[in-house]
Nanobody
């Protein structure tokens, strides 16, 4: 499984970005057996889970992004998205796409995409 993340960039506080993560190499839909997640790692900090969506469609968000970020997926495109609104400087980080297999717990990681929130 390969994950290709895109969509990062520089945005002013209060702005929006949408990250995309395109999955390839899975047999069928990657979403059937994998929880998809977005993690982020700020400079000098540990990587943290930002949002996740399980195969059944339920979503989870870390408290700091609730009401501002939305994770979603397009089954036909094998792509997961992270819509980020009302961005604040504290959201600045490298964002990583992740797929975790339900049975094996194996993690697949995409390359990071930099998000910088600054005026």
């Amino acid at each position: 499984v390969q994950l290709q993340a895109s969509g990062g960039g520089l945005v002013q506080p209060g702005g929006s970005l949408r990250l995309s993560c395109a999955a390839s190499g899975a047999s069928g839909s990657i979403f059937t057996f994998n929880t998809m997640g977005w993690y982020r790692q700020a400079l000098g900090e540990q990587r943290e889970l930002v949002a996740a969506i399980i195969p059944g469609g339920s979503t989870h968000y870390t408290d700091s992004v609730k009401g501002r970020f939305t994770i979603s997926r397009d089954n036909a495109k094998n792509t997961v998205y992270l819509q980020m609104n009302s961005l604040i400087p504290e959201d600045t980080a490298v964002y990583y796409c992740n797929a975790r297999h339900l049975l094996t717990m194996h993690d697949y990681w995409g390359q990071g995409t930099q998000v910088t929130v600054s005026s």
